[in-house]
């Protein structure tokens, strides 16, 4: 009976959790990427703080890749779709959802960060909140093709996972029980999330 009562405690949890959770995990980052409402960065710190109190060798490596993964073919579809949407005659529906998540000052800075850096300023989208966008759009309007936007997407979708898999570790380190490090990982990204806006909000009332 305690033999049973062990393995239900422990085997199944862990498989189960693991044939549920990363497809899970890849649907949400997915469709978090082509509707950017879905937290996707404190997911993944969820699902590595999880990962982490896991017994099985590979279950970190398991949550890096199917949010690399992820994210690159979310974004990828995205930027497709918002080319289709800029070579038809009256739009689309997706091209006009990233145009109302990019402000234009926003824009405008992504646009010169472009030209000026070229590649490497997606990698930098991807890791600044609500960065993502307005590079994307600037993408779009400078008619950089699909290859071309995915190659330079691909590290960037690699050092995002990267980022909020460490988060994720760090808050897993930090209490013996996964909610615990979940809460605190959760919180850790919001921090993360919010500090940008925050610098930027100090930064306007000192020059003020």
């Not at 497809?23 to 990427?33: D, T």
């Not at 966008?133 to 996972?161: E, Q, T």
Request: glycine content about 8%; aromatic content about 8%; hydrophobic content about 55%.
């Amino acid at each position: 009976m305690w033999l049973a009562d062990a393995v239900t405690r422990t085997v199944v949890p862990e498989s189960t959790q693991q044939a549920i959770g990363y497809p899970s995990l890849f649907l949400l980052v997915l469709f978090g990427a082509l509707v950017p409402v879905i937290p996707t960065g404190a997911l993944v710190s969820s699902a590595a703080v999880v990962a982490f109190h896991q017994t099985a060798p590979f279950a970190l490596a398991m949550v890096f890749v199917t949010a690399s993964v992820a994210a690159f073919l979310g974004d990828a579809t995205l930027y497709w779709l918002g080319r289709r949407g800029m070579k038809s005659k009256n739009g689309s529906r997706w091209l006009e959802a990233i145009r109302s998540r990019a402000p234009e000052e926003r824009l405008a800075q992504a646009q010169g960060k472009l030209a000026d850096h070229n590649v490497s300023v997606l990698v930098l989208s991807r890791l600044v909140p609500a960065g993502r966008i307005p590079v994307m759009l600037a993408c779009l309007m400078a008619k950089w093709p699909l290859r071309h936007f995915a190659r330079g997407n691909l590290p960037a979708c690699l050092a995002w996972a990267a980022t909020y898999q460490v988060i994720g570790i760090l808050g897993g380190s930090l209490f013996p029980e996964p909610w615990e490090g979940v809460v605190a990982a959760v919180a850790l990204t919001v921090l993360v999330s919010a500090a940008p806006g925050i610098w930027r909000r100090i930064r306007r009332t000192t020059t003020a």
